[in-house]
């Protein structure tokens, strides 16, 4: 069975730092390209970013020069450094996996608040 556990998120004043981890456990982690993405109250999912297996990032522009997503196959774990929060990057924060024909799965999500 597929699992994406997130965790990290937080309160976090303007200008602070977090780092978001997504475990993925019933996969073969190495295999599939793993994304970010964020839902704030009221509007729609977005994405955030993601990174192929061959370690190909892609960002959002809101996040561009702020944000870093990263992995490390040996621990089936996604990264997500954020620096630079701003009160507009407070959302609830989704991991996924694309697992090709087998769909896509999510994480249950992890709530960053970014208040002063």
């Known amino acids: 069975q597929v699992q994406l556990v997130e965790s990290g998120g937080g309160l976090v004043q303007p200008g602070g730092s977090l780092r978001l981890s997504c475990a993925a456990s019933g996969i073969i982690f190495s295999l599939y390209a793993m994304g970010w993405y964020r839902q704030a109250p009221g509007k729609q999912r977005e994405l955030v970013a993601t990174i192929t297996t061959g370690g190909r990032v892609n960002y959002a522009d809101s996040v561009k020069g702020r944000f870093t997503i990263s992995r490390d196959n040996a621990k089936n774990t996604v990264y997500l450094q954020m620096n630079v929060l701003k009160p507009e990057d407070t959302a609830v924060y989704y991991c996924?996996?694309?697992?090709?024909?087998?769909?896509?799965?999510w994480g249950q999500g992890t709530q960053v608040t970014v208040s002063s």
């Open positions: 996924n996996a694309d697992l090709q024909r087998a769909g896509i799965r």
